[in-house]
């Protein structure tokens, strides 16, 4: 997710912004720029590729312009700039799309994150009035109507512009005209101020500048933000200027980059909720009607067969895509995992759509099912959350999950990201192919956009119940996680999730082929994590579940708020918000995940990887 920082203060602004973009690293990016004010001139850097490139191209201008690689004091008495990562959304990974972004006349500049919706809209009517876009973003349309709507006031530029976006977004912008001023925007994406002594900083996360203050004011969507070197004023969502709600932040800097979680991987997991509506947003601008859009209604329309292939929790979000894409939208498809896909002479033919999905774009065993899929004639999509990584390149069109940069070892935000981009996609495919009634079809477009907010209930409701019975069964030797249809890839998932932080041995099953052989290692010390929130099985899953307390194990379910028949056969229930079974995946590997983390860190486990280490799976 792309990163902002700005700041005006007496500090060398570049070093500053430089150190701050550093401190965004984490989040993840494919270009970099800044953009700040020295001797009375504007400069603007900007670079693809990682941090170092955009250092060394700051290094070659300052020794251009000076003949020295850089000083640590200020050249003006106030210094202001902005600065930004971005991960391309609008347009490819190109210097010209890499923020700042400039109006034509090089006087008004800006750092955007998120989304304008209607910038393509937007860019029409700034043509008609004779004014032309030079890169494909829609973060360059907003610099443009700033600088249209500017009389020598930018807050009040900004706020018209403001007035005709629509979108989520959070920017800076900065004017010549008006040289030790940052005016920022907070409009549904995150954007803090620091407040320093005669400095302030602006950014999309505190530990862009904890570094050098810890007194910040949260700003409240819709709000506008003005900083200048004689202090901070907000303004509410009417215009009303308020002063700024300041407090005091004591975390750490390692603290502060995971805001204020002990790990990253609870960190990821409370972001999930964000994970899943940025995705569902992204979704909309690459499953959108766009002309020659290889995953547009047209082309989805002749999709006869489709396969999907992943390795690990990518294989088990393949698993609950199949399911959404049968039921809804009747096309045949098959899962596999990449590795075996890969050597097993698969029937791949002209008119299979085939799903990569990769979270990390670089695993080796998908990338080549992919690139096989593509050799033998298939449209090969890669469903990934990392720009520009391989499978983006070996591809015929990619689907991004916008989860942010995973840093925990273990994929949570990423799994249910790619879920709901299987199924968005499949919701897609079932209107292209008319086999949902308009009704059903609005009314999981519905369900899908309301997950958010049911993950997020599920965290606040679960997350205290789980942790005491993970530091209950904490010793227990071995776990057996089942479920049936929508239930078995989240059991599929739990239980890779537990043994894989926790080294506690775990097995998944269908509930129905327990019998058929893991039966035998149940005895009183077996937790099973029991998945029932498909109601068309709830029957025979009851019965199943007769059959483990037979054996005298203990039994705990995650079911459908409301069901009254599962808390007769099991000892401890968690409840996640009824909705489409299918849809209840991402809600109910919630408390799964809860409960592997707990668990670990009873055994004082470490569940994450050393910090900053993009998860990259390469193994053959
Ligand atoms: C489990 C996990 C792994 C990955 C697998 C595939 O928590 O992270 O099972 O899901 O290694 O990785 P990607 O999705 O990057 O191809």
């Known amino acids: 997710m792309c990163g902002i920082i700005g700041y005006v203060g007496y500090r060398r602004c570049q070093d500053v912004l430089f150190e701050g973009l550093k401190r965004l690293e984490y989040r993840g990016y494919d270009s970099a720029g800044l953009a700040w004010r020295e001797n ?22 300052s020794a251009a312009a000076d003949g020295s690689e850089s000083s640590p004091v200020a050249t003006a008495i106030v210094s202001a700039g902005i600065g930004h990562t971005r991960w391309a959304t609008h347009g490819g990974v190109t210097e010209r799309n890499a923020h700042p972004h400039s109006d034509w006349s090089g006087r008004v500049r800006i ?23 030079s890169s494909e973003t829609d973060a360059e349309v907003v610099a443009q ?15 018209r512009a403001v007035a005709v976006l629509s979108g989520h977004f959070a920017f800076v912008a900065m004017c010549d005209d008006e040289p030790e001023t940052l005016v920022g925007v907070r409009h549904e994406c995150p954007l803090v101020v620091g407040i320093g002594d005669r400095e302030l900083f602006i950014a999309s996360s505190i530990s862009a500048f904890i570094r050098h203050t810890r007194r910040v004011a949260v ?8 900083l200048r070197p004689a202090g901070v004023t907000v303004f509410d969502v009417d215009g009303f200027p308020q002063a700024p709600r300041e407090s005091k932040v004591d975390w750490d800097e390692d603290r502060c980059e995971k805001d204020g979680f002990e790990t990253f ?3 990821e997991i409370h972001e999930q909720p964000t994970a899943i509506a940025e995705t569902l947003r992204q979704t909309r601008v690459t499953l959108g009607p766009a002309e020659n859009n290889p995953l547009g209604l047209d082309h989805l329309r002749d999709v006869r067969r489709m396969i999907i292939v992943g390795c690990g929790t990518s294989y088990h979000a393949g698993l609950a895509g199949r399911m959404a894409i049968e039921r809804w939208a009747r096309i045949p498809v098959e899962v596999d995992v990449a590795s075996e896909f890969r050597y097993r002479e698969p029937i791949v033919e002209p008119d299979t759509l085939v799903l990569g999905i990769t979270q990390s774009g670089e695993t080796a065993d998908t990338l080549a099912a992919m690139r096989l899929a593509r050799a033998q004639g298939a449209t090969v999509v890669a469903v990934t959350n990392a720009a520009g990584s391989q499978a983006t390149r070996d591809a015929d069109a990619v689907l ?11 994929a949570t935000k990423t799994f ?3 879920v709901v981009l299987l199924y968005a996609l499949a919701l897609n495919l079932a209107r292209a192919r008319e086999t949902l009634p308009t009704d059903r079809l609005a009314e999981l477009q519905r369900g899908l956009e309301l997950l958010p907010e049911g993950v997020e209930q599920v965290i606040e409701s679960v997350d205290g119940p789980i942790r005491e019975l993970a530091e209950r069964l904490v010793w227990s030797p071995f776990f057996l996680y089942l479920g049936r249809l929508s239930g078995l890839p989240v059991a599929l998932e739990g239980a890779l999730k537990l043994k894989e932080i926790s080294y506690v041995p775990t097995d998944a099953y269908a509930a129905g082929e327990m019998k058929h052989g893991p039966i035998a290692l149940l005895s009183r010390d077996t937790p099973v994590v029991c998945v029932a929130t498909e109601q068309r099985v709830l029957p025979k899953l009851l019965s199943n579940l007769s059959e483990v307390r037979a054996r005298g194990a203990r039994v705990l379910a995650v079911a459908t708020e409301g069901c009254k028949q599962i808390a007769e056969h099991a000892e401890h229930v968690v409840y996640v918000p009824a909705t489409d079974p299918l849809l209840q995946v991402v809600l109910a590997v919630v408390p799964l995940q809860l409960f592997a983390y707990h668990l670990a860190r009873a055994r004082a486990l470490n569940v994450d990887q050393p910090r900053n280490l993009a ?3 390469t193994v053959e």
Do not use: P, W
């Open 400 to 410: 991004f999950t916008r989860a942010g940069l995973e840093v925990g070892v273990a």
């Open 40 to 61: 009375g001139r504007f400069e603007c850097v900007r670079s693809i590729g990682n941090l170092e490139s955009l250092g060394s191209a700051l290094a070659a201008r």
């Open 416 to 418: 249910v990201a790619q």
């Open 145 to 159: 109507l700033i600088s249209f709507y500017y009389v020598g006031d930018l807050s009040d530029a900004v706020r």
């Open 111 to 133: 750092v955007l994150n998120g989304i304008i919706e209607n910038y393509l809209e937007l860019r029409d009517l700034l043509a008609a009035e004779m004014i032309q876009c």
């Open 265 to 267: 991987m609870l960190k």
């Open 219 to 226: 700003l409240h969507d819709g709000e506008i933000v003005v």
């Open 615 to 617: 998860k990259t799976v």
